[in-house]
């Protein structure tokens, strides 16, 4: 027994490293003969570019040379359970320290895995001995909960690994408990190679000034669920996923177990095949479901959190972020769940409904990781907030009103450039909504016969001049409830009046001949 739990064994696994993997090896372990024993070393990799082989690897490596032992500490009990099938896998005997665990036959082993609370725990009643622990292994460091273990590894070379150099918490920037950060290959990278998929994204622009941020810097559980569950966003999710994924494998990212849950029932009652997942599943049905999902070609999975780590599942062709973040580290998180190669799989879709790609960028644009962790507070500013964000959407019209207006080349009016235009000349903020009145009803006359079919396109137009108004009246500062529906209701009377006042006079401008009597 003791022979088999101490000695290193021959590699069960025929993976054989990709150069980039060995070249972040020798990296590592060049700074770790260079470097004090006390250097804490960041490496980061792409989700899908496989740190864990990497780190596997390097205990085998580490424990063949030298004569201490190796700590390996993780978040979540999944990611435990993988590293240490990992490490097996590379002819590692491990022991997995979780709250079970028997730690009488400890001084058997040289390499030890751990879930950091559990960890914590152990060293603080003093029943784990880790005064020969010469390298301790960090998964997905940029979770704080690790800090606080430091102290216990005064003498020992510290290795952190994570996708994300960027630490969520901002009052504990990783620059504070790293003395470096190495970089490795960028996912552009890694999709040239053909070692991820590449990302096709289809970016929705959202209303989202209504969520509010609380104390960790995420937006808010509370507002995020009252804007998420709500029937039109409930149809624009189902309706985006039809457009774009029918019939395809989605896995759905949201904020709230309640969203998830409306959003199980929203799919359900459209006749999909659905299920939802939080953390309150027992591991059986967790199992149970994530096989139903790995199983069925069409699945579509609502999940809150879980999965955004941890979990390979590389049949998963649509992430469907249905929640706002302002992580860049879930960010990365939840589009990474698409991002394994298949053999027919070379691209995945992600639908953002929650204006992720507006704030952050494409997944996998080339950001300067060490800019990041030198300075991640100046990064974290230079983000756009929602409104600055929202101020650059440009309205479109749904594409089955669009048809209505097929004779129109150009439908969109900017209110932001007519009202600064109007500005600069010293006109008064109302000839704005005139102007628009006006562009509304020469779309409407362009289209029609008469003026009964004007009238009946200016129905149409209601999600139109809503964006209109609500434009308006953000360049005004004025936006109580009652204000607003007073100008909508008020618009709505004037372009009828327009319609019918102007009709035959600009019907005759725009076709050269008067509408029939």
């Not at 069960?12 to 490293?17: A, I, M, N, V, Y």
């Not at 070249?23 to 024993?37: L, P, S, V």
């Not at 292994?137 to 290795?159: G, M, P, Q, R």
Request: hydrophobic fraction near 35%; charged fraction near 25%.
């Amino acid at each position: 027994m003791t022979e088999i739990a101490t000695g290193l064994q021959e590699k069960k696994s025929d993976k054989e490293l990709y150069s980039y993997q060995q070249g972040a090896i020798n990296k590592i372990f060049e700074k770790f003969d260079t470097a004090a024993d006390n250097y804490h070393l960041l490496y980061q990799l792409p989700t899908g570019g496989g740190k864990t082989v990497i780190f596997s690897e390097m205990v085998r490596q580490y424990l063949k040379n030298h004569k201490k032992k190796v700590l390996v500490m993780t978040h979540r009990v999944e990611l435990c359970n993988q590293t240490s099938t990992m490490l097996t896998n590379f002819g590692v005997p491990n022991k997995v320290v979780n709250s079970k665990a028997n730690l009488d036959d400890q001084e058997q082993y040289i390499c030890f895995v751990a879930m950091v609370e559990t960890l914590n725990n152990r060293l603080n009643d003093g029943k784990l001995d880790i005064s020969d622990i010469g390298l301790v292994i960090i998964d997905e460091a940029h979770y704080n909960s690790f800090t606080k273990l430091f102290k216990f590894f005064e003498n020992a070379f510290v290795l952190g690994v994570t996708a994300t150099p960027l630490s969520s918490s901002k009052e504990l920037p990783m620059k504070d408990n790293y003395d470096e950060l190495i970089t490795g290959e960028s996912i552009h990278s890694l999709i040239e190679n053909e070692f991820l998929a590449r990302a096709e994204v289809f970016q929705y622009d959202m209303g989202l000034t209504s969520l509010e941020v609380g104390s960790n810097g995420d937006y808010t559980v509370k507002s995020s669920e009252d804007l998420y569950t709500s029937p039109a966003m409930l149809d624009k999710t189902l309706q985006a996923y039809l457009k774009h994924s029918k019939g395809k494998k989605a896995l759905i990212f949201n904020n709230g177990i309640n969203t998830s849950i409306q959003i199980y029932y929203t799919f359900k009652a459209a006749g999909l095949p659905v299920m939802h997942l939080d953390n309150t599943a027992t591991k059986k049905q967790r199992k149970q479901i994530l096989k139903w999902f790995k199983e069925t070609p069409d699945a579509i999975l609502s999940s809150v959190s879980i999965l955004t780590t941890g979990f390979d599942e590389p049949t998963i062709d649509t992430i469907i972020l249905n929640r706002a973040t302002k992580s860049l580290t879930l960010y990365y998180q939840m589009i990474g769940r698409g991002s394994r190669i298949l053999n027919n799989k070379s691209a995945f879709k992600v639908i953002d409904l929650g204006n992720n790609y507006h704030r952050f960028g494409p997944w996998g644009a080339d950001l300067d990781w060490q800019m990041i962790f030198k300075s991640p507070n100046f990064y974290m500013e230079r983000l756009q907030n929602d409104e600055d964000i929202e101020s650059n959407f440009r309205h479109e019209m749904p594409e089955e009103i669009r048809v209505q207006f097929a004779k129109s080349e150009e439908v969109y009016f900017d209110i932001k450039e007519v009202y600064t235009d109007a500005t600069y000349k010293g006109e008064s903020s109302k000839v704005v909504l005139e102007r628009s009145i006006e562009q509304h009803g020469r779309i409407c006359i362009e289209n029609s016969e008469d003026v009964y079919d004007a009238l009946g396109l200016a129905k149409l137009l209601d999600e139109d001049i809503d964006y209109r108004i609500q434009s308006y009246a953000k360049c005004i500062s004025r936006s109580t409830f009652n204000f607003l529906k007073w100008l909508k209701d008020d618009y709505k009377l004037k372009l009828n009046s327009y319609l019918r006042q102007n009709f035959d006079e600009v019907f005759e401008e725009i076709n050269g001949f008067p509408p029939e009597e």
